[in-house]
């Protein structure tokens, strides 16, 4: 959901010199990290390439992990019914494992200061939507334990990218982080990303040590918030829509793959499963 942002065509050749395509990799992973929105789905649709491509993954042996900013409503369906190892949900506030018929769900923060912060995401709210004309709150927001989640794009239409800025501008002026995916700014209270849950995950579930992650895990991603995992994890992908915030991106992905969204993912699913063999 990027088609509002103006491409620099010099840019994008430059960027796209630099990183690998994903048909280049060539080495074994257990593991696959990988984003959802844009990377898996396009337009908010999960296509039935980018899903066999799933399945595929998971019929190989490869643990499939989504790393997203979407809410624990859709995490707990998503560890749940996807051929998936676990969820790292609203930007790393926590993870969902369905394992042995039961579900198991681990938190940042215990129950007493996830209700604080929920309170002065709620009064944030309030200050956002009355300060940034057309933005709004996210669809899903209520499903949400986490963070605070404002749309500028999904259902609403596109704001220009100095609006986008001041709903990060006012998450960082009371203290809480943001970040910016290809639908939502994201924010909340504590010192955790992505990468920070994704760690815990692999460490508590499967014994796999920080650094041994990044021998034997991927990353799959396609927007600013995945930096941090652009950054710490060398096999690093994104689908070729990455190109529409890769001036943002200072740590940017060792390969892109030639195509968008779902059949971006389905490109890098295929060199993964090639390097396995």
Known sequence: MTSHINLDLRKITRYTAEMKNASEFSSPLRFLLT??????????????????????????GIHVIPVTGRPAGWCEMIARVWPVSGIVGEN??????????????HFFFDEKIQKENRL??????????????????????FCRLMDLAIDFCEDVPPLPKSEVQKIVDLFHAVG???KVSSIHVNGWFGSYDKLTMSLRFLEKEFGVSAEEAKKVCGFSGDSP?????????????????IQNFIDQIKNKPTYVSKDRGGLGFTEIAKAILESKT
């Open 225 to 241: 918030n995945d930096e941090p995992m652009f950054a710490y994890f060398p096999h690093s992908f994104a689908v070729a829509n």
């Open 35 to 60: 984003d959802i929105d844009d990377t898996l789905t396009d337009e908010g649709h999960l296509g039935p390439e980018a899903y066999q491509a799933l399945w595929n993954l998971h019929n190989a």
């Open 120 to 141: 002065k995401l709620q009064q944030l709210e309030k200050e956002i939507l009355e300060k940034v004309p057309g933005c709004d709150l996210a669809s899903d927001q």
């Open 92 to 105: 790393g506030g926590f993870y969902f494992r369905y394992h042995g018929k039961k579900m198991l769900r």
């Open 176 to 178: 809480a982080q943001a």
